[in-house]
């Protein structure tokens, strides 16, 4: 009866989905990207040296392009990605997705789901905040 | 012409992110809160979620797939070129709870902002980060014209464990809003010590 589980698979939204469905155009229908795991909206995408290369890659829509370069000057987690290029963040999964399958970028591991940051990360953040 | 700006950079650093969620009642200053003391204009992100199996309103029993988009705000404070806490503020509305499960995966606390003139509001994200387990501190935010009531009393009226910090705030108030915060990780810390020693002991 669940179809939250189809993590993995691409799958594509009905009809019914109305005004969310021009956003994933971009996308090719797909809503999460093949093989892989849900990225958290904190994971930072880096650029890996290959992005530096001109042109490499003549497959990739505007979107990936801004992609690469929001972040090769920072790296940018998923979130302000959506939020910098006003798109659906299922969206941006999707074309990070890619970017990560082309090797122009990686993605950091937030700390996994269930377990806590080590104490002394903890300590440092109190620390960090005081000093705000 | 693609990536030419960026070329001959010296690698970036990755920083280790962490996030800790803001959750209450609509209305209760969710992203005043996070404005304070986000170093960015807090954003906005939309997160298209597909409520796959959950019966509609109005097709009582019906089991039916439905698009719902949801608007989350966030802000970022970078504590040191390593080390960056996101804030996520939590979509009020209770049947929102799915996408506050993957909000919640790995954050390292969380913010239960009150009102209390409407403090029933912040009772489903109490109920839901003690039953995930997942730290948090509730805070009261003084609206101008709300009575005062001692912390005390409002800690009474929630029903608290002990151990959950209770703080009165402006969530305007950048000063406040860091003691929040700060009191909200200093209760994650000591809940991961109180572990610890339960495990070798
Ligand atoms: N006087 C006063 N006003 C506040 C305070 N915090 C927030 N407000 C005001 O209350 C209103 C709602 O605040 P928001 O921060 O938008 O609340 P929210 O929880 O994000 O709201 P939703 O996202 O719509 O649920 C805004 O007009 C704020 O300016 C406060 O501490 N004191
Ligand atoms: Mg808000």
């Known amino acids: 009866m669940s179809e939250a589980g189809q993590q993995g698979s691409p799958h594509w939204f009905d009809d019914e989905a109305g005004p969310v469905v021009r956003p994933y155009a971009m996308t090719r229908g797909r809503t999460s990207s093949a093989s892989r795991h849900r990225l958290d909206l904190i994971a930072l995408v880096v650029t890996e040296p290959a992005a530096d290369d001109p042109g490499r890659d003549q497959t990739l829509a505007p979107e990936h392009v801004e992609i690469v370069e929001l972040c090769s000057e920072t790296p940018q987690s998923i979130a302000e990605l959506a939020a910098g290029l006003d798109l659906p963040v299922g969206v941006v999964r999707v074309l990070v997705g890619d970017l990560v399958e082309d090797e122009l970028v990686h993605v950091t591991r937030p700390v996994p789901p269930a377990e ?7 300590r440092e953040v109190i620390n960090g905040l005081r000093a705000l | 012409m693609v990536f030419g700006r960026s070329s001959r950079k010296k690698r970036p650093v990755e920083p280790v992110t962490l996030k800790i969620l803001v959750a209450g009642g609509f209305g209760v200053g969710k992203t005043t809160l996070v404005g304070a003391v986000s170093e960015i204009r807090p954003l906005r992100t939309e997160e298209a979620l597909t409520e796959a199996g959950r019966p509609v309103d109005d097709t009582a029993g019906v089991e039916s797939k439905k698009t719902t988009t949801v608007a989350m705000d966030f802000g970022r404070i970078t504590l040191r070129e390593d080390l960056v806490l996101y804030l996520f503020g939590t979509p009020g509305q209770d049947r929102f709870w799915f996408l506050w499960d993957e909000l919640a995966q790995g954050a390292l606390g969380a913010v239960v902002l009150a009102d209390t003139r409407r403090l029933e509001d912040c009772f489903a994200g109490i109920d839901y980060f003690e039953r995930r387990g997942i730290p948090f501190a509730v805070a009261v935010n003084c609206f101008d014209g709300a009575a005062r009531y001692p912390a005390e009393t409002v800690r009474t009226a929630l029903d608290l464990d002990e151990g959950v910090p ?13 003691e929040v915060l700060i009191a909200v990780v200093e209760h994650a810390l000591a809940r991961s010590a109180d572990r610890r020693q339960t495990a070798t002991t």
């Open chain 1, 116 to 122: 806590l940051p080590d104490e002394s990360i903890l």
């Open chain 2, 166 to 178: 209770l703080l009165l705030c402006d969530a305007r108030d950048r000063e406040t809003v860091k």
